[in-house]
């Protein structure tokens, strides 16, 4: 089991930053592909970013490529990702994911959920 509880959603202007934090308990975290994914009222759940087992290689979405950065610390159990230039468009709800060995971008095949953080942008 991997409990994950994410930090730093909030409200902010058009063309602001937030920096989202992810705090991981349980089994190993380095295992683990590690993943945000957001939710818009009345859309499905969307990738967003995701960060493979080492860190080294990151994916995005195409929507948010060049303004977000995903990263992990596996010493410290985290994942944050990085939100720039934001639009109102980035408004959702906010999920850290978790999966065990491959990457994914389908919310279907994510192993642990967050319980997700509020993302406000007001044009």
């Known amino acids: 089991q991997v409990q994950l509880v994410e930090s730093g959603g909030g409200l902010v202007q058009a063309g602001g930053s937030l920096r989202l934090s992810c705090a991981a308990s349980?089994?190993?975290?380095?295992?683990?592909?590690m993943a945000w994914f957001r939710q818009a009222p009345g859309k499905e759940r969307e990738f967003v970013a995701g960060?493979?087992?080492?860190?080294?290689?990151?994916y995005y979405a195409d929507s948010v490529k060049g303004r977000f950065t995903i990263s992990r610390d596996n010493a410290k159990n985290t994942v944050a990702l990085q939100m720039n230039n934001l639009k109102p468009e980035d408004t959702a709800v906010y999920y850290c994911a978790a999966r065990s060995v491959r990457i994914t971008t389908l919310p279907s095949e994510i192993d642990y959920w967050g319980q997700g953080t509020q993302v406000t942008v007001s044009s």
């Open positions: 349980g089994r190993t975290f380095s295992i683990y592909y």
């Open positions: 960060v493979s087992r080492t860190g080294v290689s990151t």
